[in-house]
């Protein structure tokens, strides 16, 4: 007997220090969360996820060593019940117990769930025992192909949504070119002030009014005509004429086959 009240008092203080630090890992976790979560990166979350997962596997090796012994069968019973505050619990409960009372052993010493929850389980065992194996592999394998098929549709959204994505952030464009491009168009940058050849040279007029001079094909030649167009005039190869009653205006065109004055 004091063999295995000795072994059973080794087991629960191991599983009281696993306990203790699968509790602080929580409580780390829980603050980054709330605390650090513009800080917090998908790396540190899963390695948070990691440690909690290797505290609560050792945790399943300590119950299932064949040295520990089968708590089921340990019965736990409340000696005192009192409405009244508890300091000492209070202190090993870190404040989440201040009474021990009627109403919260119920809770804290539970070691089944609620009926309405057993009843549902056992219902569930009842209906899986039901099932055929092989109704049972069939269901299985639809499972696991619908899980196929749902994992093969995710891999392809995520592959195309960062193909999307470098397509977007992708620059179409040389800025530099652009920037010669809006320089040359709003202030000239770059541009030469050669003519091409075969066009007519700026005129020289000492009156104001001056014309431009419409350059023409080889065989061409500029001529001085007064007055100013007006659409009743008529045309000489394809070059509308000025009237001569409007004076101190000069235009120069060209015309083919020589120069004419206007009537």
Known sequence: MQREEKQLEVTLEALISQVADLKNSLVSFIYKLENEYDRLTWPSVLDSFALLSGQLNTLNKVLKHEKTPLLR?????????????????????????????????????????????????????TDAARISPDVAQKQIQSLNKMCSNLLEKISKEERE????????????????????????????????????????????????????????????QQVQISGAPTPQQPMLAGVQMSQASQPGIRQEFAVCHGSKKPM
């Open 73 to 125: 069968n340990q019965v736990i019973i409340p000696l005192v019940l009192s409405p009244d505050r508890d300091e000492e619990i209070m202190r090993q409960t870190e404040g989440r117990v201040p009474v021990f009372s009627h109403e919260v052993v119920p809770d804290h010493l539970r070691t089944k769930p609620d009926p309405e929850v057993e009843e549902q389980e056992k219902q569930l065992i």
């Open 161 to 220: 949504s960062e193909s999307g994505g470098l397509r977007q952030n992708k620059q179409t464009f040389n800025p530099t070119d652009t920037n010669a491009l809006v320089a040359a168009v709003a202030f000239g940058k770059g541009l030469s002030n050669r003519r091409p050849p075969g066009s007519g040279g700026p005129v020289q007029s000492g009156q104001p009014g001056t014309g431009p001079i419409i350059a023409g094909a080889s065989g061409m």
